[in-house]
């Protein structure tokens, strides 16, 4: 599958935003979906995930309540609703799936095997 996000830019802070990623292929339904981020000069982290079902959804501790991960399989697409945006959330955004069934590991990037582009979040202040 190829994943490309989209929907990032530059927005004040308490704002709000929604990212998207679209995927080609048509067994998207088959795959966990992720979303990650990298802030400048920092590693890679988890921010939200979602079961193929949309029936489960997972969250960091530091956008639990701020940020909704949402997924439509007949558009192939997920989301990331971002609300009360911080000047700590800017980062380079990106999509990932994942085809096996990973379970409780949904926060390691290792388990997710396709990656899209990313997509820059600017958060001023």
């Known amino acids: 599958v190829q994943l490309q996000a989209y929907g990032g830019g530059l927005v004040q802070a308490g704002g709000s935003l929604r990212l998207s990623c679209a995927a080609s292929?048509?067994?998207?339904?088959?795959?966990?979906m992720g979303w990650f981020r990298q802030a400048p000069g920092m590693e890679r982290e988890f921010v939200a995930a979602?079961?193929?079902?949309?029936?489960?959804?997972r969250y960091a501790d530091s956008v639990k309540g701020r940020f909704t991960i949402s997924r439509d399989n007949a558009k192939r697409s997920v989301y990331l609703h971002m609300n009360s945006l911080k000047p700590e959330d800017t980062a380079v955004y990106y999509c990932?799936?994942?085809?096996?069934?990973?379970?409780?590991?949904?926060?390691?990037?290792?388990?997710?095997?396709?990656w899209g582009q990313g997509t820059l979040v600017t958060v001023s202040s």
């Open positions: 990932a799936a994942d085809r096996n069934y990973s379970g409780s590991q949904y926060s390691e990037q290792r388990v997710y095997e396709y």
């Open positions: 292929g048509r067994t998207f339904n088959t795959y966990d």
């Open positions: 979602i079961t193929r079902s949309g029936s489960i959804t």
